[in-house]
């Protein structure tokens, strides 16, 4: 995952996966997904970014929680 923001757009990119480009889906007016060609989800991009929240304050720490994987169990 790759998380980015280009300040001369207001341009906030989360890359989530590698995979080949099929289309666009904007779910909300500058919200849009990236969709592979096996409609997994790539990406999410989100427009004017600094007036959806403080880019400042909100990119400067970026918390991960990743839960364990539960071993499944003995059939």
Known sequence: M???YDNSV???YIKL???EFKENK???EGVILD???H???LGIEILEASTRFDVKKDLAEVTFQV???REKAAA
């Open 2 to 4: 790759n998380i980015s």
């Open 10 to 12: 207001d341009a906030l």
């Open 17 to 19: 996966k590698e995979g």
């Open 26 to 28: 904007e779910v909300r």
């Open 35 to 37: 969709i592979g060609m």
């Open 39 to 41: 409609d997994e989800l």
């Open 67 to 69: 839960p364990l994987m």
